[in-house]
């Protein structure tokens, strides 16, 4: 059974910083992807960053680049999303979730997600 636990969400000021971790168990191989999601109340979910973990590629939502980063340890099965310069804007539940063993990108294991406030 895949589980994906996220942690390191909290609350902080405008321009602070987060790091959110994201613990895969259960795995035999890794996903083809992984990716970092947000929700705001009343918003559409939004694909914030994603890492094809063969070559480590990555991609971001326009929102955030420049100032979010995925990455991922495949020795500890974790991902990872080193958010700078936060805005209110980014104030979200934040998911991590991971695709199958092959392509395409799609999204089969969600994690429970972890709160992110930024306040003014």
């Known amino acids: 059974q895949v589980q994906l636990v996220e942690s390191g969400g909290g609350s902080v000021q405008t321009g602070g910083s987060l790091r959110l971790s994201c613990a895969a168990s259960?795995?035999?191989?890794?996903?083809?992807?992984m990716g970092w999601f947000r929700q705001a109340p009343g918003k559409e979910r939004e694909r914030v960053a994603v890492?094809?973990?063969?070559?480590?590629?990555?991609a971001y939502a326009d929102s955030v680049k420049g100032r979010f980063t995925i990455s991922q340890d495949n020795a500890k099965n974790t991902l990872y999303l080193q958010m700078n310069s936060l805005k209110p804007e980014d104030t979200a539940n934040y998911y991590c979730?991971?695709?199958?063993?092959?392509?395409?990108?799609?999204?089969?294991?969600w994690g429970q997600g972890t709160q992110v406030t930024v306040s003014s």
């Open positions: 979730a991971a695709s199958g063993l092959r392509g395409p990108c799609s999204y089969v294991y």
């Open positions: 259960g795995y035999r191989y890794s996903s083809y992807c």
């Open positions: 890492i094809f973990t063969s070559d480590g590629s990555t």
